[in-house]
């Protein structure tokens, strides 16, 4: 990175720091080392916590428990009440409560609790753990979010985000090629193929905690494993930094600047409207596979593996195109048509070889959806506790989604479902691009006043509102 040359030195105030270019390659490729096998290895674990109660349904929960379709769906529901709650405070107190503690006592919690789904036999003991596995995902993801944006400069995010999705995509493969193997295995020492899946990949899940507790750095610049060559240069992405991440102290002013701010809240419904079609896809696809387009238990099961793997590359390439020429949301405009089209196939044609083809066009957005959401809000917002404060509201609307879902996909063959899912494209298409017009024309602001041709009228002129600060498409 030459001087002044870089995409994120002017845009977080310390443009006179220079940085060898050779010695930033050899930081980043030993951070990603580092942190992406455990940042995917986390996010593996939580979502497929999370969703496996999709294929925990097809491989008998509902039949031994004698709960109906529409109790299932409040079961899936029931997540989201703590879920949303407790997500705001916690996202903005992780650097009191320190990233690590946070982390590895939440992923302690949830595999605990999943495992304990494993031995529930009636509806309201299901409903109950749902409702604690909830409490002990919130925060898990705004949290591993901020943590992205306190290692990695706006350019490099888009990447690392990709990682978390990618593992949200080989969760929904993992789960359903395990369902497949177990439900071929039968009931085992009393239990039913289904409860040996909670307590297989709660077990799993388990393994990663001590991962958490002792790899995840607080101040990562200042860790143990640097060489003094490259602690510099991470001490010195700090100074470049500063702008974007603000001072650790807490301050007030921030979260109240970002609730007074109009762009939180289409970038919420944003995530709301792609959680939409992301958690209805994500967690029923066995169900639409195995009652809506009329395949056998098995067949639903492993159909739904490259429908995944697909989804995990589409937001792979995304990502990468997206670091490269710092757009994010300009991509996910163009990529939410496909699922337009999938979800117009579902609804239209009878042929379900067509409508599995239409799934493969749903999954090419599926995960860039939240995904490039996500990293599209915390490039824009600026300091850290206005980020975190966008983070949380996007998080916990974007989430409300999976309450809203399930009362969607109730009966097959999930036709309100899929026209819930159309709209939802087609309304996020509609907000993403009221929000690259603003993008285009405060950047363009910018320019106008750095070049003299428009009074500089600002009120704010720190984090997002510097000058040197350029919103990405």
């Not at 080392?33 to 986390?42: D, G, T």
């Not at 709960?67 to 879920?83: C, D």
């Not at 604690?132 to 306190?150: D, N, R």
Request: hydrophobic share 45%; charged share 15%.
């Amino acid at each position: 990175m030459s001087k002044g040359t870089s995409d994120d030195a002017p845009v977080e105030g310390s443009s006179s720091v220079y940085i060898d270019p050779a010695l930033e390659r050899q930081v980043l490729v030993r951070l990603d080392k580092r942190f992406a096998p455990l940042f995917c290895a986390l996010y593996f674990m939580a979502y497929l916590d999370r969703s496996n109660i999709g294929n925990a349904a097809v491989a008998g929960m509902t039949a031994q428990l004698g709960i109906s379709q529409a109790q299932f769906s409040t079961a899936v529901s029931v997540f989201f009440a703590t879920y949303v709650v407790l997500m705001i405070p916690l996202v903005l107190s992780v650097r009191k409560l320190k990233v690590h503690r946070a982390i590895a006592v939440m992923a302690c919690a949830w595999s605990i609790v999943t495992i304990g789904t494993a031995f529930v036999r009636s509806y309201e003991a299901l409903v109950a753990v749902r409702v604690i596995l909830g409490a002990c995902e919130a925060g898990f993801f705004p949290c591993i979010s901020l943590y992205i944006t306190m290692v990695y400069n706006r350019r490099e995010q888009g990447l690392r985000f990709a990682y978390l999705f990618a593992a949200t995509a080989l969760s929904g493969m993992f789960g359903g090629l395990v369902a497949t193997g177990i439900t071929r295995i039968g009931t085992v020492g009393g239990l039913q193929a289904w409860s040996w899946l909670y307590i297989i990949e709660g077990l799993i899940s388990l393994t990663v905690v001590p991962w958490a507790w002792y790899g995840l750095p607080e101040f990562p610049s200042k860790s143990k494993f640097w060489t003094p060559e490259q602690r510099e240069t991470m001490e010195k992405r700090d100074l470049q930094r500063q702008e974007y991440m603000g001072q650790e102290k807490f301050d007030k002013r921030q979260v109240f600047s970002a609730l007074k701010e109009w762009r939180m809240y289409t970038g919420a419904f944003i995530q709301f409207f792609q959680d939409i079609i992301l958690y209805g896809y994500s967690t029923f696809l066995p169900s639409i596979l195995r009652n809506g387009l009329g395949y056998s238990v098995l067949e639903a099961q492993y159909l739904s593996v490259p429908v995944y793997l697909l989804g995990g590359i589409s937001f792979f390439c995304a990502a990468r195109i997206g670091d490269k020429y710092g757009h994010r949301g300009s991509i996910l405009a163009i990529l939410d048509v496909f699922a337009v089209i999938g979800y117009a196939i579902l609804l239209t044609v009878k042929s379900a070889s067509v409508q599995y083809f239409a799934c493969f066009m749903i999954a090419i957005p599926l995960y860039c959806g939240p995904g490039l959401n996500e990293t599209w809000i915390v490039n824009n917002t600026a300091p850290h506790y206005r980020r975190a404060t966008f983070l949380g509201i996007s998080q916990a609307i974007g989430n409300a989604a999976g309450v809203v879902v399930p009362q969607l996909y109730r009966a097959a063959p999930y036709r309100l479902g899929h026209w819930g899912s159309l709209i939802s494209a087609v309304i996020c298409i509609v907000l993403i691009c009221v929000q690259l017009v603003y993008y285009y024309f405060e950047n363009k602001k910018k320019d106008q006043i750095r070049s003299g041709e428009r009074v500089d009228d600002r009120t704010d002129t720190t984090g997002e509102y510097n000058l040197d600060f350029r919103y990405v498409y």
